[in-house]
């Protein structure tokens, strides 16, 4: 089932923006449910991961100390909150969820993959 993305939009540089993913209520806890991003002509780069069942996480370098996952298992939900954005995050992120690798992100091949939403951080 095709998990289900909110909250992109557009900001300023150094502002927040918070994007939830919402995934079946039947997903097992093994699953990780992961937030990617691609712009056309660039390859799709896997920016933040966690998994359902220990919480163990994924941050790209580029948005350590910028961006936090964070979960609600009750829900099935996950959240990426990023803050002091920079024009270079600008991009579609897609939310995927499915059965987690070595990196606690979902096995993009195997993964669900959400529609996207776009992200665009510009003065």
């Known amino acids: 089932v095709q998990p289900v993305e909110s909250g992109g939009g557009s900001v300023q540089p150094g502002g927040s923006l918070r994007l939830s993913c919402g995934v079946e209520?039947?997903?097992?806890?093994?699953?990780?449910i992961g937030w990617f991003r691609h712009v056309p002509g660039k390859e799709r780069e896997g920016v933040s991961c966690?998994?359902?069942?220990?919480?163990?996480?994924y941050y790209a370098n580029s948005v350590k100390g910028r961006f936090t996952i964070s979960k609600d298992n009750a829900k099935k939900m996950a959240y990426l909150q990023m803050d002091s954005l920079k024009p270079e995050d600008t991009s579609t992120y897609y939310c995927?969820?499915?059965?987690?690798?070595?990196?606690?992100?979902?096995?993009?091949?195997?993964?669900?993959w959400g529609p996207g939403t776009l992200v665009t951080v510009s003065a």
């Open positions: 966690i998994r359902l069942d220990d919480s163990r996480t």
């Open positions: 995927a969820a499915g059965v987690a690798g070595a990196t606690n992100c979902p096995y993009p091949s195997l993964a669900d």
């Open positions: 209520e039947s997903a097992p806890n093994y699953y990780s």
